[in-house]
C-alpha cells in the first residue's frame, strides 16, 4: 500500500504566534492518527521557482489515513488557529509503492 503524505510550503508567514498555537494542536493531532514529522521549517535549497521559507513533510502509512487525519475533528480545530496571519500551500499526496 502506498503511503500519504502532507506537504505543506508557507509563502508568506506574518504573525508567527498563530503559526506557534497552530502547531501545539496540529502536532497531537496528526501523531493521534499516525502521522510522522519528516521534516518542519529545517533547511531549503529552492531551485527554478521555488521558495525558501517554511516546508513541513507529513507521513503515513496511506493515503486514506493521511486524508482521514486532515478531516479529524482534532486537526480542523487546529486549522481554526492558522488562517489569518500564515500563506500556506497545502497538499495530500500519495507515495510510489
Known sequence: ???????????????PE??????????PAVQARGGRI?????????HEAGI????VLVEFDSFEQAV?????????????ALPDGVDRDFRIIEGVD
Open 18 to 27: 498563530r503559526l506557534t498555537a497552530y502547531n501545539q494542536l496540529a502536532g
Open 68 to 80: 482521514a487525519a486532515y478531516e479529524s475533528e482534532a486537526y480542523q480545530k487546529a486549522l481554526v
Open 38 to 46: 519528516l521534516s518542519r521549517g529545517g533547511r531549503v535549497v529552492a
Open 52 to 55: 525558501t521559507q517554511r516546508v
Open 1 to 15: 500500500m502506498a503511503k500519504g503524505y502532507w506537504v505543506s510550503v508557507y509563502p508568506a508567514i506574518s504573525d
